[in-house]
């Protein structure tokens, strides 16, 4: 980064000795503006909980756990006013939870920045986490990477989220569960 700094101090001094053509160029070589095309980005949830399963449901930033989003969605439907969900995710109106232990696929090198959209590029983290690293790269944000975890030792409470479905199947008439409900017998076999 402070190479990025002495660059716009060079511009700077450029500008003052009134060298606006010089300033222009150190910009247009040193330090330029690099216009990516983005394309709408929208998963299944199949490919979600595949790289959930992938992953170990583990942030890959934090080292945090997370949580099927299903099972969290099934808290809210046995408890709203405790528990409550929002479709949009608004953080006044939803649990925290879906914000701190709801998982997401993350690009680790941002697409604005060039990063690809496929597989090789997509790692779990928190809906939080997500929203902190928006286009930011890992360098400059300062984190670093973390190995997955592993679905044998931590599922997501997975299982969990399978067997309150398979004993409640009223829960099944929500389609978010039952989307959830599907993709994840998809991963457990």
Known sequence: ????????QEIS?????????????????????????????QYTIRQKMKVFRKDG?????????????????????????????HKNGKMTEGHIAYWEMFPTIDHVIPIAVGGVDNESNWVTTSMLNNSIKSNWTLEQL??????????????????DFIRHVERDKVLLADRYIKNWYLASKDIMK
């Open 13 to 41: 001094y450029m500008l003052l000795q009134g060298n606006r053509k010089q300033a222009k160029e150190i910009i247009q070589n040193q330090y330029p503006f690099q216009k990516q095309e983005i394309f709408h980005r």
């Open 57 to 85: 449901f583990i942030d890959r930033y934090s080292g945090n756990r997370l949580v099927n989003p299903g099972i969290l969605k099934i808290y809210s439907t046995y408890f709203p006013e405790q528990f409550p969900y």
């Open 1 to 8: 980064m402070n190479d990025k700094v002495s660059i716009l």
């Open 142 to 159: 300062k984190w670093a990477l973390l190995e997955p975890g592993h679905f044998d030792d931590w599922d997501g409470l997975t299982g």
